[in-house]
């Protein structure tokens, strides 16, 4: 479903879903960049005493974390793409749903933590360049219709 395209209330409606995924995704990226700190340090104090003995076993349990943290990460964006959804920015949670307005494609544009979608942009724009939906992008693509 890659080439899937929404209406605004088909996007509207996947919002609570996008939202949970989103958070799981972007809950698991810091949770895996407080990890990478947690090495950086134990490196840092290695390097500082030229060489040091370990309890490897906790180690070894934070880089299982990691791992996983990685995969669910990596399935969870998958499960987004994969409705037809584009994943633009995990940082700061951004989407873009396809819709078809007057036969072209422009992308209806949320970010996490919006209640709903109020902005869209061109194909060839970005965030910079939303802006806020119309009664012609809200009435757009009443049918769903694969993008060719």
Do not use: Y
């Amino acid at each position: 479903m890659a080439n899937r395209t929404f209406t605004l209330k088909e996007a509207q409606d996947l919002l609570p879903v996008m939202e949970s995924l989103l958070r799981q995704a972007t809950d698991g990226k810091k949770r895996g960049e407080e990890i990478d700190a947690q090495f950086q340090q134990v490196n840092a104090r290695i390097m500082m005493h030229g060489g040091l003995s370990l309890d490897i076993v906790p180690l070894a349990r934070l880089r299982a974390e990691r791992d996983k943290l990685n995969q669910t990460i990596a399935d969870t964006l998958a499960e987004i793409t994969a409705m037809g959804v584009q994943i633009k920015d995990l940082d700061i949670g951004l989407l873009d749903f396809p819709c078809v307005v007057d036969g072209k494609v422009v992308l209806l544009c949320w970010k996490l933590g919006e209640e709903t979608i109020t902005h869209w942009h061109g194909t060839d724009e970005g965030f910079a360049g939303r802006k806020l939906i119309t009664d012609k992008i809200a009435n757009a693509g009443r049918s769903r219709r694969k993008i060719n």
